[in-house]
């Protein structure tokens, strides 16, 4: 029986988000994946100061869509009033929802004492997450890591931001079950979210990591008894985990992979709506790492990478698509998560990724 996932006042019938990735889960990501049955969607994380401070950064990463509800904009910074101040201007744009990120690792986030530094620094965490509570009367959410490291001390730190966030009446907690220093190196551990859910019965908490494909999702919930699966890596370029997913819960077999022309249909529209928010230009460079992630569900996946990878502009992007996706056919069953280490290799949040300081 499938249970829904509640977040605020939103019951989204699948228990399962789209996460918040930073340089993919813009407005087109989110609107793709929606067509195909994802109920949430994440930004990636936005700056602070780049919000407040106005400008074309700041524009692109509030664009919305009026498919794009309920939606969460997710913050990155370090200081209580800033975080406060962005949270009001994302609730002015039509966000849904605000999310805190106190989870990413990456060394230039770190250092400004945002992301996964907060672990470190409970009173602090708190502090943001009051002072956002008290600026906004939209539903709150979290992301975390389990854990500044695997110490002692760090699980307990992680214990008091997480209880704080029941205290706050937060909707939601999504917890991502490596270690800020783990980076993205060796396995999440369900266990730890099985344990937490087991110890929190009454938050809503949605479980991170190693979600490579409706299988995975359907795994770590059987596992860890959560209320919803995060899904990350496993939906760049593959907007149908989210349908996979919900014929499982359902009991019913894994559906057939997309066909060529789905695939061709859900490339062309992403690319439609990358072209609605960057224009055309700088759309064609961008979807040429979201391409080689659709790549892998077509029969041939490495020719088709290599041809995405070298694109462009648009009549190089059109090319491809009229090389590889004007006869259709079955499309590649998708990926077990043996495979997926290699698959994604290169495909985590880097410092190039995240935006520039203002
Ligand atoms: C390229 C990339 C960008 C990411 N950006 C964000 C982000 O902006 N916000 C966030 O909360 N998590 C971010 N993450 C972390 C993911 O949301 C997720 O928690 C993590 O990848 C673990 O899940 P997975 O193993 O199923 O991919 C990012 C991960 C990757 C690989």
Redesign the pocket.
């Known amino acids: 029986m499938r249970k829904p996932l509640k977040i605020g006042p939103f019951e989204l019938a699948l228990p399962a988000i789209q996460?918040?990735?930073?340089?993919?889960?813009d407005m087109a990501m989110r609107v793709t994946a929606r067509r195909r049955g994802c109920p949430y969607a994440?930004t990636?994380?936005l700056l602070d100061r780049v919000m407040l401070a106005g400008g074309k950064a700041r524009e692109k990463g509030l664009i919305l869509h009026d498919e794009d509800h309920p939606v969460a904009g997710?913050l990155l910074g370090s200081e209580a009033d800033e975080m406060a101040a962005a949270a009001r201007l994302l609730v002015e744009y039509g966000f849904d929802t605000v999310d805190l990120?106190f989870?990413?690792p990456v060394k230039k986030v770190m250092g400004r004492c945002r992301g996964g530094y907060l672990l470190s620094d409970p009173a602090q965490a708190k502090a943001i997450m009051q002072a956002v509570r008290d600026a906004v009367s939209v539903p709150i959410t979290m992301?975390l890591r389990r854990g500044l490291d695997g110490s002692a001390l760090a699980a307990e730190r992680f214990e008091q931001i997480f209880s704080h966030a029941t205290e706050l009446n937060f909707a939601a907690v999504?917890v991502?079950g490596?270690t800020v220093e783990q980076k993205?190196t060796g396995r999440?551990d369900w266990d730890f979210l099985a344990g937490l859910k087991q110890h929190h019965p009454a938050m809503t908490i949605l479980g991170?990591?190693?979600?490579?494909c409706a299988g995975d999702a359907m795994g770590m919930l059987g596992k860890t008894n959560l209320d919803g699966v995060?899904?990350?890596?496993?939906a760049i370029g593959n907007p149908w985990i989210f349908s996979e997913f919900a014929a499982l819960l359902d009991g019913k077999p894994l559906p057939p992979a997309p066909t060529i022309f789905e695939q061709r249909a859900a490339l062309l529209e992403h690319f439609m709506l990358a072209v609605e928010i960057y224009g055309e230009a700088l759309a064609s460079r961008q979807m040429r790492k979201i391409g080689i992630k659709y790549s892998r569900l077509h029969p041939e996946g490495a020719r088709v990478w290599q041809d995405f990878i070298a694109v462009k502009n648009q009549r190089e992007w059109d090319r491809v698509l009229d090389v590889y996706y004007s006869a259709d056919g079955p499309g590649r069953p998708q990926i077990s998560v043996a495979d997926a280490a290699d698959l994604?290799n290169g495909?985590?949040?880097d410092a190039a990724?995240v935006p520039a300081e203002v």
Do not use: P, T
């Open positions: 996460a918040g990735l930073a340089g993919y889960s994440v990636e994380a997710q990120n989870a990413c992301k999504a991502h490596r993205y999440a991170s990591g190693d979600v490579f995060w899904i990350a890596r496993g994604y495909c985590q949040m990724r």
